[in-house]
Nanobody
Framework: QVQLVESGGGLVQAGGSLRLSCAAS????????MAWFRQAPGKEREFVAS????????FHADSVKGRFTISRDNAQTTMFLQMNSLKTEDTAVYYC??????????????????WGQGTQVTVSS
């Protein structure tokens, strides 16, 4: 029932910006958390940012603080990741995930039981 669809990825030069979207459907749980993760070739999935949906509390990984911002729309059906000052190290497939019943802002991928298909972000030098 839960479906997450990412979009907005693409090719951008270092220092540029990109805005990712995650359209969510089937989120009928009373409490849950949403998050952005990324995975580069040959590397494990890495936490980027998360949001507690009930009140919008956010948490960002140290590697992206000051550059990336997680947010949601007023209808609370879409999650965004505004990425500024992009670096080549940010190149990865970006995924959105959902944690049913999540009250915190967990960073472990295993906590998130639903995932989108991912969207490729490539940052060139």
């Amino acid at each position: 029932q839960v479906q997450l669809v990412e979009s907005g990825g693409g090719l951008v030069q270092a220092g540029g910006s990109l805005r990712l979207s995650c359209a969510a459907s089937g989120l009928t749980f009373s409490d849950y958390a949403m998050a952005w993760f990324r995975q580069a070739p040959g590397k494990e999935r890495e936490f980027v940012a998360s949001m507690r949906w009930r009140d919008g509390k956010t948490f960002h990984a140290d590697s992206v603080k000051g550059r990336f911002t997680i947010s949601r729309d007023n209808a609370q059906t879409t999650m965004f990741l505004q990425m500024n000052s992009l670096k080549t190290e940010d190149t990865a497939v970006y995924y959105c995930g959902m944690r049913p019943g999540g009250l915190g802002v967990g960073t472990a991928p295993v906590l998130y039981h639903y995932w989108g298909q991912g969207t490729q972000v490539t940052v060139s030098s």
